[in-house]
């Protein structure tokens, strides 16, 4: 089953041809871990190129980003990995498409709600120098609202959200 989900993820991948079916097959095989990490490969090096994001706008996810907000709901192994792609699309320049930065905390605040709290806010904390420092201001707004909307499901007195995938402390 492993050997058949690679080699169908690898032509796949090869290809770019992810329509509705091939999503659908992604989304089935990145249950592997093994899968998930090579599909997050894939993600690394398609998102590479400066002209990727110039066809997306504020409100449009590109499926790189679907599968990896996927993948760390499934794989908490995976998260550092997942943070690594986020921090370096942060810390790089998009003077000619805006929405990107904002776009990379919304999956930041996904990580962090998976349960990835304290190396994302330490690898932050670390890299905030190198960073527009209403960027920092707008994660904690992110994180906040959507803890806020979590309230319903939180655990009586403790401030704690109780969902799939962990729990968080709510403010």
Same mark, same amino acid.
């Given at each position: ?20 079916? *091939? ?5 089935? &095989?990145?249950?592997?871990? +093994? ?5 997050? @490969?894939? !993600?690394? /090096? ?41 921090? *370096? ?5 998009? &003077?000619?498409?805006?929405? +990107? ?5 919304? @999956?930041? !605040?996904? /990580? ?60």
């Amino acid at each position: 089953m492993t050997d058949e989900a690679c080699h169908r993820m690898q032509s796949l991948l090869i290809t770019s041809s992810l329509d509705k079916a *091939g999503f659908e097959t992604v989304l089935r &095989d990145i249950e592997l871990p +093994v899968v998930a990490y090579g599909v997050l @490969r894939w !993600v690394d /090096l398609t998102i590479q190129p400066d002209d990727f994001f110039l066809s997306f706008t504020r409100h449009s996810l590109p499926v790189q980003f679907a599968v990896m907000d996927k993948i760390s709901e499934l794989h908490s192994d995976l998260h550092s990995v997942c943070l690594d792609i986020y921090m *370096g699309l942060l810390l790089r320049s998009f &003077d000619q498409h805006s929405a +990107v930065h904002p776009f990379v905390l919304q @999956r930041l !605040v996904v /990580l962090v709600c998976h349960g990835h709290v304290v190396p994302t806010l330490s690898r932050l904390a670390t890299q905030a120098k190198s960073m527009a420092p209403t960027l920092m201001g707008s994660f904690f707004n992110m994180v906040r609202n959507r803890q806020r909307n979590e309230q319903p499901n939180t655990i009586a007195g403790t401030g704690v959200c109780a969902r799939p995938g962990g729990l968080s402390k709510s403010t």
